[in-house]
């Protein structure tokens, strides 16, 4: 399989209190021990490689908060796949970007 784009939101349940960014941390120091690009946004984070490569992350990332003593986890795992051609992040910014300079 080839490269994909993919967007992952990590969401624990169950916790002591109302903040989540430990958890995230925790989540996207999980992700960035994978072989994948990989881009912090403020609501998800972005993911770039090959798609085994991904889904492993994804899980491996799912199960981080059930590790910190949350009793529920929500991730949301959205994928874009092409295979008429290289996909990139900055491909698909780039041909958005094009368009607003017409």
């Known amino acids: 399989m080839g490269k994909v784009v993919a967007e992952i939101?990590?969401?624990p349940i169950g916790t002591n209190g109302p903040s989540i960014?430990?958890?995230v941390a925790e989540?996207?120091?999980?992700?960035?021990s994978f072989n994948l690009k990989?881009?912090?946004t403020p609501m998800s984070t972005?993911?770039?490689g090959e798609f085994d490569?991904?889904?492993?992350?994804?899980k491996a990332a799912h199960s981080c908060p059930f590790e910190r003593g949350a009793l529920r986890v929500s991730t949301t795992l959205r994928i874009d796949e092409r295979r008429d051609k290289n996909l990139t992040m900055e491909g698909k910014v780039k041909a958005v970007e094009d368009k607003l300079n017409v």
Do not use: N
């Open 9 to 11: 939101t990590v969401v």
């Open 21 to 23: 960014s430990s958890y």
């Open 27 to 32: 989540a996207e120091k999980t992700l960035r």
């Open 38 to 40: 990989i881009q912090l």
């Open 46 to 48: 972005i993911l770039e």
């Open 53 to 58: 490569e991904v889904l492993k992350a994804a």
